[in-house]
């Protein structure tokens, strides 16, 4: 049977902010005419690809980030299409109810199954609260959406029975989680072109690049995050011959592990490396890591078998914040971490949450200044969100500061604590990356040779640097 696999039309002009999709002379001569900011893939849809096809399934593809509904529609209405399968996220749910609701009124007959974060984290509400989704899919989809298919292609619409869906007439129990990951196909990138999609500037090193799911769910409970507790990792000889399968049919010569935490278990993590050095696999890659799950023997296997960059949730430079998101991790820990990472020679990316509850203007800026003190190669700061599944969201969603789904995006506050006003929170998010980014001292340790190995490091310090200064100067 066809199916039509999409994401939700989100034109970039719509979530990029005009500092971001300025083009002038600086960008030009880079010669570069991809966002600053990067975009990738919804994987979640190319895993979906793979287990539909190897059902004998036909399957297309359209990202919402490059097709509009209507282009869609025509696309479903040229190749006779009839089954949609889309995903979403928290803040791009009303864009999925505007995307299926174009396919809906230019073709009634269609079939269109949602599944994605925003689904898996409130279920039957999601679908009482959008009724033009004919079904929605939770837990892992691709066992549940490839029965989906297979029942539609046997002429019925009754989807009773199929666990981990819920419709108008039926709610399925838990689909059980697909335990031995090992046996799931490599997510199908012959739907895309890697060159349409480019990482933010400080995320990857060399192109083609593209992701790898490592693993699945995370033991840890941070309040802030929805990721499932129940983990499930897969071999090192499956991410060799997935790499091996990367650089053979696309040219892939940088991957990023999209683990919650790739050093989670550093037995798996040596095998790896070792793997890789044994079999000769040349490839830049980076990871996920926490700062306590490191060590130097493990730190300086991983540099030698590619590794070139670590990114750390440390989130706050607050050990009153630490454990009101229940890291289970100290400041200590943390400053030991990125201190060895560094000695290493693997470059290190923190990533930071302001506002939290509990935190005031000052506590953000004790974060910023905690995020200099560690010397870290990149840092991202971002208001924080409450998405949907989390502990957070379960505290804040009835508060008067939750400011509800659409203001949910990496460039907006959606949460406002009675902690700190709204204008602080902004100020703040405006002020970290000028406060880290733009110090005489970290502008110089970027001039090192080591930094700035090629053309391509050139590019792309040239990019983040566009992207520092155009978000300052249009804020401030």
């Known amino acids: 049977m066809k199916v039509l696999l999409a994401s939700p039309s989100v034109p970039l002009h719509t979530i990029l902010p005009e500092r971001y999709r300025r083009r002038h002379k600086l960008w030009s001569w880079l010669g570069d005419e991809k966002p600053i900011l990067g975009v990738q893939p919804p994987y979640g849809l190319l895993y979906l690809s793979a287990y539909l096809k190897r059902a004998g399934h036909e399957v297309s593809f359209r990202d919402g980030f490059f097709h509009d509904p209507a282009t869609m529609v025509e696309h479903l209405r040229r190749e006779d299409i009839r089954v949609v399968g889309m995903t979403a996220v928290s803040y791009h749910w009303d864009k999925a109810v505007a995307t299926a609701t174009a396919i809906r009124q230019a073709l009634p007959d269609t079939f269109i199954v949602v599944g994605g974060?925003?689904?898996?984290?409130?279920?039957?509400?999601?679908?009482?609260?959008?009724?033009?989704?004919?079904a929605l899919v939770h837990g892992d989809g691709e066992e549940t959406f490839v029965e989906i298919v297979d029942r539609l292609a046997q002429g019925t619409r009754d989807l009773s029975g199929i666990h981990g869906v819920i419709t108008?007439?039926?709610?399925?129990?838990?689909?059980?989680p697909i335990r031995e990951i090992d046996d799931m196909p490599f997510a199908d990138r012959s739907l895309i072109d890697l060159n349409d999609y480019r990482p933010s500037p400080f995320y990857y090193r060399k192109l083609p690049f593209t992701a790898i799911i490592g693993s699945r769910g995370c033991p840890y409970k941070c309040t802030f995050c929805h990721t499932e507790v129940l983990t499930r990792i897969r071999s090192p000889e499956s991410l060799v011959d997935e790499i091996v399968h990367l650089q053979q049919q696309y040219g892939v010569r940088e991957v990023v592990f999209y683990d919650d935490t790739f050093t989670l278990k550093k037995r798996r993590v040596v095998e790896f490396c070792e793997l890789l050095l044994r079999r000769g696999v040349v490839i830049s890659w980076s990871a996920n890591a926490r700062a306590d799950s490191v060590t130097p023997e493990l730190l300086r296997l991983m540099r030698r078998a590619g590794c070139w960059r670590l990114l750390f949730g440390i989130e706050s430079g607050n050990q009153k914040t630490l454990d009101r998101m229940q890291k289970k991790e100290t400041l200590g820990e943390i400053r030991h971490g990125i201190r060895i990472t560094r000695e290493s020679g693997i470059d290190t990316y923190g990533m930071f949450i302001l506002g939290y509850p509990g935190e005031s203007y000052e506590d953000g800026l004790r974060t910023i200044a905690f995020a200099q003190e560690l010397e870290l190669d990149y840092a991202n700061f971002c208001a924080v969100t409450p998405f949907p599944g989390t502990a957070l969201f379960r505290e804040v969603k009835d508060e008067p500061g939750f400011l509800g789904y659409e203001t949910m995006s990496m460039f907006d506050v959606s949460y406002v604590s009675p902690d700190i006003t709204r204008a602080e929170l902004q100020r703040l998010v405006a002020e970290s990356a000028r406060r880290f980014y733009l110090r005489p001292k970290y502008l110089l340790s970027r001039l090192s040779p080591s930094k700035l190995s090629d053309w391509e490091d050139v590019r792309r310090y040239g990019r983040g640097f566009a992207m520092v200064v155009n978000d300052f100067t249009m804020r401030v």
């Open 168 to 176: 108008p007439e039926w709610t399925g129990p838990e689909r059980a």
């Open 117 to 134: 974060a925003h689904a898996n984290a409130l279920g039957a509400a999601a679908l009482a609260s959008a009724p033009v989704f004919d």
